[in-house]
């Protein structure tokens, strides 16, 4: 939802579906750097990042692949902030998202829709 | 803290995380300090603890009861509510939520329980991701927790009372004062434990003019796809 806010504001349009989907473009510069980087990152790939930290620093300069890095390990702990409080989508964000949710199948990350998933067993 | 590296990070970053560490040391509203860093030893148990790798492989993460690798005298509905914190949080639901209450715990030692842990989950994500030892546990301060006055907090559907908006200007860099969003008033029951979590997070991101070596798209690609990774809806 922030990657429709920039490509807004910086006029362009970003193809949102590369967030969930690997295989598309997302028409960032330097994605595939950023991708890998942060996959790694998230997914406690420590073997392979090390190596893609190297690519990665002489592809974008090592300022910018340790700053993707801060971004990243940034979100690492405010996406497990909003999971453990439940906090609901801000109004706007709610409204003007219906549809980007549901494209880029972030709308099954929903509240509802994961305890529907996950909580069967206890239920 | 990040002495040992040739990496270009910011100043005010490692200041920040140094600040960050040190208050978990100290008693905060509603657990002692040496609670506190027994949350941070508990979170980084998660990540090689044999019950949660079982559950990860389950359709379901409440399948499989059992011990957690721990390595804390937390009690073990804290224990087993920062590990799945730590180590699935795609799979969170209000079940987890749910059983902590009936455990008879407060919202309020709640909130402080995930500040502390996230907060440590950004520096340590940080410093596993440059290569980096993790950072000494912090030596936990003497005394018990302080208390706090009653938060100004209301019920907008979240599992836990949010702040009243607006109240927090400068949590997030680049942010309007009115446009609070929800994610900074998460934790407004403890607003210490706000304090706490977004003094580790402000140097990481700017909703506008990111002060970073990036292009504000490719901050909110990385954002964008963390947030996919760790499943999360907001």
């Known amino acids: 939802m922030l990657l429709r806010a920039s490509g807004q504001s910086e006029q362009t349009d970003y193809d949102l579906n590369s967030v969930t989907d690997n295989e598309i473009d997302s028409g960032v510069d330097s994605s595939h750097w950023l991708r890998s980087l942060t996959e790694a990152a998230i997914q406690s790939q420590w073997d392979d990042l090390a190596s893609i930290r190297d690519q990665a620093g002489t592809a974008m300069g090592t300022q910018s692949m340790v700053d993707a890095l801060v971004v990243a390990s940034g979100f690492n702990g405010i996406t497990r902030v909003a999971d453990a409080t439940g906090i609901p989508l801000d109004e706007n964000t709610q409204e003007m998202t219906v549809d980007m949710r549901e494209s880029t199948g972030i709308e099954r990350f929903n509240y509802n829709e994961k305890s529907d998933r996950y909580d069967l067993v206890t239920s | 803290m990040y002495e040992h590296t040739d990496y270009p990070l910011r100043k005010h970053l490692v200041e920040a995380h140094e600040r960050v560490w040190e208050n978990i040391a100290e008693p905060g509203p509603f657990w002692t300090g040496a609670e506190r860093t027994s949350m941070v030893a508990e979170s980084r148990a998660a990540t090689s603890c044999h019950l949660c790798e079982a559950r990860r492989q389950e359709l379901s993460p409440y399948a499989i009861d059992g011990a957690h690798n721990s390595e804390t005298d937390l009690d073990d509905v804290i224990i087993d509510m920062i590990h799945r914190i730590r180590s ?45 030892p993790l950072a000494a546990l912090p030596s936990p301060k ?21 702040a009243v908006g607006n109240e927090r200007p400068g949590l997030i860099n680049g942010l309007s004062n009115n446009r609070e969003p929800n994610i900074a008033r998460s934790m407004g029951l403890v607003p210490s434990a706000v304090q706490l979590f977004f003094t580790a997070f402000r140097p990481h991101y700017a909703l506008q003019n990111i002060p970073l070596d990036l292009q504000q798209s490719q901050a909110e690609f990385i954002a964008s796809r963390v947030s996919a990774l760790n499943q999360c809806f907001y």
């Open chain 2, 88 to 132: 699935d949080p795609g799979r969170i639901t209000r079940s987890m939520f749910d059983r902590v209450m009936n455990a008879g715990i407060s919202p309020e030692h709640y909130v402080e329980v995930v500040s502390v842990v996230n907060s440590s989950v950004i520096i340590d994500t940080l410093h596993a991701a440059l290569g980096l």
């Open chain 2, 142 to 162: 003497p005394g018990e927790p302080t208390g706090q006055p009653p938060a100004n907090v209301t019920d907008e559907g979240a599992w836990v009372p949010i």
